[in-house]
């Protein structure tokens, strides 16, 4: 049975979802396009994933929102609220209870998609949250499907498997390695000065598994080579985790780029250009992402 937890920061209304609350969530917002199997796992990953919704005097779920954990930030993804309740305060609400828990939990910050004209940009605005350059899309690439063929180092998940949500990679800078074209995360997009890696010798790839793409906070370029050693960074842990795309920012001016992708058959996932916002509490950016914690059941 799973514990129902209210998220402090609220009226205690507010309570984190868990996996027996599947049915109900892929009834009011389809599961935001999560498989069922997958949406279970996210519920029980409650050091991956913070699941928050709001009952009305009825019992009814009403409204919803999907977090998560990449990188030194909790990511909020995404929030629904049935058509009869749209108006009302249930996703400030939301927001609000999530960026207490984040704080409270010690992470570096909060952080959204800045995108004109979508609710969740007004909602970051109103969580304090700062637009920060560059302007991007996010695109996504399909992995080859004889893939597994090529990729000895590691096997798909099968739908009882848990999977990683979420990791590192270490990118040396040296000679041999493809400089970062886009960093979400890098010194760049610290333009006020808040904290930097504790390595400056490379560059830290942070990725995070979002239904079935894996999403990474860099790009390495948009020509042949940067693509190669882009899939070459991440294609083990897509794997492994059973994503079949890959998911990463380019500079939104970049036009000769974006003819590169358009022959390489990269789809763009957003149709205007959107940029990272964030919100950073007091304490320095984190050398490395906390340990994983040990004995949570998969479901």
């Known amino acids: 049975m799973v514990e129902r937890r209210t998220v402090p920061g609220v009226d205690g209304v507010v309570r984190q979802l868990g996996p027996a609350d599947a049915e ?6 389809g599961g935001f396009g999560l498989t069922s199997a997958r949406l ?3 519920l029980a990953a409650t050091d991956d994933f913070r699941w928050v919704g709001l009952n009305d005097s009825d019992g009814r779920l009403y409204a919803v929102h999907r977090s998560m954990r990449w990188g030194p930030y909790l990511f909020l993804k995404g929030v629904y609220v049935s058509e009869d309740m749209r108006g009302s305060t249930a996703a400030l609400r939301l927001a609000f209870a999530l960026r207490d828990t984040a704080k409270q939990e010690g992470l570096f910050g909060i952080a959204a998609w800045f995108e004109p004209g979508m609710q969740e940009s007004g909602i970051a605005e109103v969580l304090g949250m700062s637009p920060r350059r560059p302007l991007i899309y996010r695109v996504g690439l399909p992995l080859p499907s004889d893939d597994h063929a090529e990729d000895k180092t590691s096997q798909p998940t099968t739908s009882t498997d848990r999977p990683r949500f979420r ?13 970062p074209t886009v960093d979400l995360f890098g010194r760049a997009d610290r333009s006020d000065g808040e904290g930097s890696p504790a390595d400056e010798s490379a560059t830290r790839v942070h990725w995070v598994l979002d239904g079935s793409r894996l999403v990474s906070s860099v790009s390495l370029g948009t020509d042949g080579n940067g693509l190669r050693a882009l899939v070459d960074l991440l294609r083990p842990a897509a794997r492994a985790n059973g994503a079949d795309t890959l998911e990463f920012p380019v500079l939104a001016a970049d036009i000769l780029g974006a003819l590169q992708l358009s022959q390489a058959k990269v789809r763009r996932r957003n149709r205007v250009p959107i ?3 964030s919100r950073h509490f007091a ?4 050398a490395s992402l906390p340990p994983r914690p040990t004995g949570v059941t998969p479901c």
Do not use: T
């Open 24 to 29: 109900h969530v892929y009834r009011l917002s």
């Open 275 to 277: 940029c990272l916002g």
């Open 167 to 179: 990791g590192e990679i270490m990118l040396p800078r040296d000679e041999r390695s493809a400089a």
């Open 283 to 286: 304490g320095p950016f984190p």
């Open 40 to 42: 279970r796992q996210e």
